[in-house]
């Protein structure tokens, strides 16, 4: 059975930081590309960050800069480490694993920032 299990979420401050973390069973974790979503109340789930399975990051335009995807493939772990967090930020944030025609997702953890 195939589980995404994200942690690191909470409520911080306009201009802090949380690192997200998002650990994985039931899959090869070093072959699928991962990636992080939020959805904000109200709005469709968008692209945040995506790492290749060959460690090739790319980021959506509104956190390029202030957040950084990384993997530890010997973890099965991926993580998002968000720095500059501002009001727009807060949403619910998802992990994804993608490989071949297989796609998972998490439940989703709570990020809230505060002005």
């Known amino acids: 059975q195939v589980q995404l299990v994200e942690s690191g979420g909470g409520l911080v401050q306009a201009g802090g930081s949380l690192m997200l973390s998002c650990a994985a069973s039931?899959?090869?974790?070093?072959?699928?590309?991962m990636g992080w979503y939020r959805q904000a109340p109200g709005k469709q789930r968008e692209l945040v960050a995506h790492i290749t399975s060959g460690g090739t990051a790319q980021y959506g335009d509104s956190v390029k800069g202030r957040f950084t995807i990384s993997r530890d493939n010997a973890k099965n772990t991926v993580y998002l480490q968000m720095t500059s967090l501002k009001p727009e930020d807060t949403a619910v944030y998802y992990c994804?694993?993608?490989?071949?025609?297989?796609?998972?997702w998490g439940q989703g953890t709570q990020v809230t920032v505060s002005s």
């Open positions: 039931g899959i090869i974790f070093s072959r699928n590309n």
């Open positions: 994804r694993a993608a490989w071949a025609a297989y796609v998972y």
